[in-house]
Structure formats: structure tokens, C-alpha cells
């Protein structure tokens, strides 16, 4: 591991752990009331969905895994998962509609790495072949869109959508992607979670789609 990676999941770990300290200071009853996760008293975990999976989060061991069979998730998608519990709170009432990681708070902060780690990826992956992007997001739960020449819509979480769009290239035409949000998002993870999440969204299909 290089000197950058090191400093990298470090910096996860400390993450990691003020999530968890955060999560368990709150009563988990305010966490369900705004959130789609249930709680178990007994065993003191959260039943969370992430991505068409069940996962379980433990809080007296300070642990997740899904569900189904015991995976622990990627440290990326460890930490979304525990932020969309810490940042909790109550949605304010909007019109659904589609903004980009520029109109997210603090967005444009990020952007151009962000373009560069998902919406790159996407590109590289789909631009030339934009039917296999149907296929390997179905593991995801992703379901068609209206948009570009291909386009999907993931639930991340119950209440939090993304929408991943392809125009594909030619020999004419340059290919090009987005990652869209649901402008709810800045109420449900924070500005540099979204774009983890984006990026480990672009990840994941770039993933399946090599193993497809």
C-alpha cells in the first residue's frame, strides 16, 4: 500500500468511527422516523437497503454486512451507508426533479474530481456500448430512464434516487455521461458523501459490466 493509500484509509477510519459515535449518541427512534431503515432493541441493529440489498448495521459491534450473506460492503459504500444514519433529519417538501453534482451545496468544490473518478468511468465503460449499461445495473436495481440514449435510476437508499445517463459516441461524436441527484440529497448525506456515493455507483457498474 503507497503512502497515499495508507493516508486514505486512515482518514476513512477516522470517519468510521465518528459516524458510529454520532449514530449511537442519537435515540434510534429518530433515526427510523426519518429514514426507511427499521431497528431491532434486541439486537441493536439497523436493517438498511442500499441498492436493492438488505444490509445490517450493528451497533454494539460497530459493524456492517448484507444480510443475505454475511459480504461487508467496499470502505466507500461503508461509510455512505453510516453517514445516510448520522445525517438523518426530517426532508423538507420539494418537486422531484434532477440537479447535478455543480447544484449540490458544495458541489462545484468537487466536481472535477469527481468527473474524472465517476462520470470518466462511466464514459470509458458505456460511451461505445450503451446497451450493456441496461445489464449490469439490473444487480443494482436500476430501472430505466427518459434521458440520453440510455439512462437508469437507482434507489442508493429508499429515498435517495440517482440517475446515471449515456449519450453514446461515434467516430463523429464524442461520448458523454452524467450522474444526476434528487435535490433532496443535501438533506440526506453530506456534500463529499454524495460524491462518494456517485463514485462508487460508477464503480460498481464499471465492475459488472467487466464480469458481465
Known sequence: MGDKEAETESGYRVVYKKYWQDIKKRDPAEITAVRAVSYSSDTHQ?????FDEEYIADSVNETIC??????????????????YLAYAQPLPESSPRWVSVKEI???????????????????????????????????????????????????????????????????????NATILY????????????????GIYLAA????????S
Open 182 to 197: 434528487d435535490p433532496s440529497i443535501e438533506f440526506l448525506l453530506q456534500s463529499a458523501i454524495c460524491i462518494d456515493l
Open 66 to 83: 448484507r444480510k443475505a450473506d454475511g459480504h461487508v460492503p467496499d470502505v466507500v459504500a461503508t461509510i455512505v451507508i453510516l453517514n
Open 105 to 175: 451545496p458544495g458541489g462545484m468544490i468537487f466536481y472535477a474530481a469527481f468527473h474524472k473518478t465517476a462520470i470518466s468511468v462511466v464514459i470509458e465503460a458505456f460511451g461505445h456500448q450503451v446497451g450493456r449499461l441496461m445489464t449490469a445495473a439490473r444487480s443494482l436495481g436500476g430501472q430505466a430512464g427518459p434521458f440520453g440514449d440510455t439512462s437508469v435510476v437507482f434507489r442508493a437508499f429508499p429515498e435517495v434516487p440517482l440517475c446515471v445517463i449515456v449519450w453514446e459516441g461515434d467516430d463523429e461524436v464524442k461520448a
Open 204 to 211: 460498481q457498474l464499471k465492475r459488472l459490466n467487466n464480469h
Open 46 to 50: 439497523f436493517n438498511v437497503i442500499f
